[in-house]
């Protein structure tokens, strides 16, 4: 299966950008879509955004979407998540996650991601 590193968190004002990375191994060459989830002190994990493997699409929380960008370079295996225009409510651990499929309708998929990776921290302070 594939194996997912995640790095780029840290602490940001409100209102300040971080760019988050998601870099993969070990399967790799099987098409996979990748999602960012994150997850904040006492509640459960929220799923941010999704990426298709063919990077032609993308799908969004309400919550993040016209701030986050998701995107990928599949040469260099690795899935980014652009956040600006950061809230205190972003505070939360950030993982990223990949489901076998090659679809481009990713809604579908969002209950199935797995090949979790150990998180990265995002604190957001006002």
């Known amino acids: 299966q594939v194996r997912l590193v995640e790095s780029g968190g840290g602490l940001v004002q409100a209102g300040g950008s971080l760019r988050l990375s998601c870099a993969a191994s070990g399967r790799t060459f099987n098409p996979y879509a990748t999602g960012w989830f994150r997850q904040a002190p006492g509640k459960e994990r929220e799923f941010v955004a999704a990426?298709?493997?063919?990077?032609?699409?993308?799908f969004y929380a309400d919550s993040v979407r016209g701030r986050f960008t998701i995107s990928r370079d599949n040469a260099k295996n690795t899935v980014y998540l652009q956040m600006n225009s950061l809230k205190r409510e972003d505070t939360a651990v950030y993982y990223c996650?990949?489901?076998?499929?090659?679809?481009?309708?990713?809604?579908?998929?969002?209950?199935?991601?797995?090949?979790w990776g150990q998180g990265t921290q995002v604190t957001v302070s006002s």
């Open positions: 996650a990949a489901v076998y499929t090659n679809s481009d309708y990713l809604a579908p998929f969002v209950p199935h991601f797995g090949s």
């Open positions: 990426i298709s493997w063919s990077g032609g699409s993308t």
